[in-house]
């Protein structure tokens, strides 16, 4: 083959989100050797001209860093945010057609990358909460994945951080309006945005161009409003924590499994307050033994994982160990 | 005064709406001599110098079909959606400096009009229910009008013909995920889309370009599927009714009067089903004694009457008379 042997064989993983992309490369036993970032990769947000460019560019980019010659790439496994539908997967796969690449590339949902990077390559469930909310679940036959939620902005994203925040707003609105108790979110918002009285909130909400986002990075003043002992606050939370269970528990019928892995992923996540309520009301709610994991390495990684297993390489426990080590500065480990 | 007797003054009246401005001319006995029509003048969603030639237009053009002159007007009083603030009016305001109306000119906003229509300008509440949610509200000495609601779809609207078909939309989704209740609402959305499957709707609510107007169009579904005994339908119903109820209750504590009209507008109103769910609920929950209007006049109407009261005119039961007369068409009256 080529003079390749198999210590010299390279696996690429790339975890494609709505900003940035992210890419590394690695050989069979877990050793990364090379990483590379690019923006965004999401096919229905750029133009595909673009996506290709970049996409082009991450890997050759990442193969110069490390040296790597075409013939010792095995997969390159591409996980992309808005890469749901096979004619998705279709209009990536056309941007690599007649470059050394063509069929090395393997295509799949970002939201694989992320439940890889929590359970290494095994069956579960990944519950996403960010600016929106999904949960994606994989069986032990890998077919038929699960999804539920991730409906958007308007019809969905129930739990996620643009729950929490438009809550907030509609909350601190209803109370203006003496249709609401009062709640510390008023004072707390009109801070955040610097304005004299509640009211001038709407063109701020209404005339930006990045609305979702901005409402979804209020609900860390909820959090802090909670802690506060805010009683409005704390029933927002409790709302988008028990829709957030509702998600799960929907995932978890379908998979019709004795015991779950959940890995938590998403912004919402990284909030000490609102992991903590949300584990507290999904085991109170469920029979099945669920193992929730926080990933210790990030998507890209779980993007790597699953090119190694489509050689079919077993994700052993010196491949787990390797790819934790990297991903942890020596510091963390005295 | 240039010869003009008190039986050849003239009022005009204008309601600016989202989509089309009305616009009558009638004497001070409440005679509607003359109509004209033309699109939006909200000056927040068309560029001023649409709205300047629009508004001019419409004047001019009811003066002459109705062959009155200048100086027999009296009080042009506009009623303009999107003129909220002084510096909205100023704005419209400016678009007459220099003609010969530029004193004649009284503008308010197009719920007042709404209001008058079913008031005949004495004081109360008017609840418009559309795509959107509003409650305004004029006390006896008419100075600091209430306003409840209407913060817009990301904000409030709740109760209004958006809130009932976006919960509609969340509830087939999340009934279609497993974590909400089945519902007729699912074959008859799909039918009426004109889709095989519930998700093809995603692209069809995000890719409309009007997606407020489609959503609140979505509220007669929610009824008929209702009327067909659907729980989901009658739970999304209730919760609008209720939360239609909190913006009148809110109003009317901020107004403190002893007896109170309430004036229903908007298309939702329009269905008896939603109408008839809303006066029992608001009955049952109020002290306050309550006079439900459905008005008989359009709002342009209204706006006529305002420009009236403008000149001290009361509005007597004649000119009420007169005024139900015009828009009864004679068939009705057998």
């Not at 595909?48 to 490390?66: A, F, G, N, S």
């Not at 909460?129 to 994606?136: D, F, K, P, R």
């Not at 701020?204 to 805010?230: C, H, N, P």
């Amino acid at each position: 083959m080529n003079g390749i042997t198999d210590s010299s064989k390279r696996w690429i993983g790339i975890d494609g989100g709505g900003t940035k992309t992210s890419c590394v490369i690695g050989d069979r036993n877990g050793h990364i050797l090379g990483a590379s970032l690019t923006a965004s990769s999401n096919i229905h947000s750029n133009s595909h001209h673009h996506v290709k460019e970049r996409l082009l560019h991450l890997i050759i980019d990442v193969m110069q860093k490390t040296d790597v010659s075409y013939d010792q790439i095995e997969v390159i496994q591409m996980c992309l945010s808005g890469c749901d539908r096979e004619s998705d997967k279709h209009t990536v796969r056309q941007f690599f057609q007649g470059t050394e690449f063509e069929k090395k590339i393997s295509i799949a949902n970002d939201a694989i990358a992320a439940l890889y990077a929590g359970t290494a390559g095994a069956p579960g469930i990944v519950l996403i909460a960010g600016t929106g909310s999904i949960a994606y679940g994989l069986s032990k036959d890998e077919n038929n994945p699960v999804r539920i939620g991730g409906w958007g902005y308007l019809l969905g994203d129930e739990g996620s951080g643009y729950h929490i925040g438009q809550m907030a707003l509609k909350s601190v609105l209803k109370s203006f309006d003496g249709r609401g108790s009062n709640t510390l979110l008023t004072t707390m918002l009109m801070e955040h945005f610097e304005i004299q009285n509640i009211q001038e909130i709407i063109p701020i909400i209404y005339g930006d161009q990045f609305t979702r986002t901005l409402i979804g990075s209020l609900a860390e003043i909820v959090m802090k409003a909670d802690e506060s002992g805010d009683t409005v606050a704390k029933n927002i939370l409790k709302q988008a924590v028990l829709e957030k269970c509702l998600i799960v528990k929907a995932a978890i019928n379908q998979m019709d499994e004795e015991e779950m892995s959940i890995v938590l992923h998403g912004g919402l996540f990284s909030n000490d307050r609102y992991k903590k309520m949300f584990c507290i009301q999904l085991n109170s709610e469920m029979n099945t033994k669920l193992n929730i994991i926080n990933p210790d390495i990030p998507p890209v990684a779980g993007a790597y994982i699953l090119a190694l297993k489509q050689s079919n390489i077993p994700i052993s426990q010196k491949v787990k160990n390797q790819l934790r080590e990297h991903y942890q500065p020596a510091a963390d480990r005295c």
